[in-house]
C-alpha cells in the first residue's frame, strides 16, 4: 500500500518567506508527527498529533513555526519568515496509535533551502 | 533534558562480521527504545522495539538488548552484509505521558566493507 508521503520534495527559498510543506499519512494511521532534520544531525521533534486531541506542539522552535492536521489526514507545516537556520530535511510520520509501543513509518521528507 | 547518544564515528567492519551499535540515555527511563535504519536521502525505517521490561529481541540477523541498569541498547547485526551499509538511529519515548514522540540519536554510520 502506499506509505507518507511529502511535497515538494526539495523546496529552496529566500530569506523572509513563508513556506508550506505538506505531510500525506499511511490511511487509517492516528497519529502524525512531524521532525527536522540538521544535516549530520538526529531527528529533533517538532509537533505530534493524535485524533481530536490537541497537539503536543513542545518541539516547535519558535512562533514563526506552525502546522494544521485536518481531522486524520494531511497535514501543513508552515515556516513563516524563512531563516538561514531553518535550512533541513522536514521529515513526516504516522501511526496507528499515539499512545503505546508503534513503530512509526516516515516518508522521504522535504529538502528545505533557506538562501 | 534527555539525552540519547550514539557513537559518532563510523563503524567499518567486514563483511561476515557481527556489527555492534550502541545507544545510551541519561536522565530519563524510557519505555521503550526503537532501532531505525535511514539510507541517504530517506527517511528513517523502523526495525526493531524492545520494552523496559525485555532484555532482548530478535529479528532474522538482528538483535537489540537493553540494559536500564547500565542505561544502554546495544543493537547487532550477525553476518553482516554490503547491503547492511546506512546510518542506524536509536529513539526512546519516556515513561509516561500522553505523548508518543520519541527522542532520537544522531545515529551510527555503519560501513560494510566486501
Known amino acids: 500500500g502506499a506509505g507518507v508521503s511529502q511535497s515538494p520534495s526539495n523546496k529552496v527559498t529566500e530569506k523572509g518567506k513563508d513556506v508550506e510543506l505538506r505531510c500525506d499519512p499511511i490511511?487509517?494511521?492516528?497519529?502524525l508527527y512531524w521532525y527536522r532534520q540538521r544535516l549530520g544531525q538526529g531527528l529533533e521533534f517538532l509537533i505530534y498529533f493524535q485524533g481530536n486531541s490537541a497537539p503536543d506542539k513542545s518541539g516547535l522552535p519558535s512562533d514563526r513555526f506552525s502546522a494544521e492536521r485536518t481531522g486524520e489526514s494531511v497535514s501543513t507545516l508552515t515556516i513563516q519568515r524563512t531563516q538561514q537556520e531553518d535550512s533541513a530535511v522536514y521529515l513526516c510520520a504516522s501511526s496507528k496509535k499515539g499512545q503505546g509501543a508503534y513503530e512509526q513509518y516516515f516518508g522521504p521528507g522535504t529538502r528545505l533551502t533557506v538562501t | 533534558s534527555q539525552k540519547i547518544e550514539q557513537n559518532s564515528e563510523a563503524l567499518n567492519i567486514q563483511e561476515g562480521k557481527t556489527a555492534t551499535l550502541t545507544c545510551n540515555y541519561t536522565n530519563y527511563s524510557p519505555a521503550y527504545l526503537q532501532w531505525y535504519r535511514q539510507d541517504p536521502g530517506r527517511g528513517p525505517v523502523f526495525l526493531l522495539l524492545?520494552?523496559?521490561?525485555?532484555k532482548e529481541k530478535r529479528k532474522e540477523r538482528l538483535k537489540v538488548t537493553f540494559d536500564t541498569t547500565l542505561k544502554q541498547s546495544l543493537f547487532h547485526i550477525t553476518a553482516s552484509q554490503p547491503a547492511d551499509s546506512a546510518t542506524y538511529l536509536c529513539?526512546?519515548?519516556?515513561?509516561?505521558?500522553?505523548?508518543?514522540?520519541?527522542?532520537f540519536g544522531t545515529g551510527t554510520l555503519l560501513a560494510v566493507q566486501p
Open positions: 529513539a526512546f519515548r519516556r515513561r509516561g505521558g500522553a505523548t508518543n514522540k520519541l527522542i
Open positions: 524492545i520494552r523496559e521490561n525485555e
Open positions: 490511511s487509517g494511521h492516528t497519529a
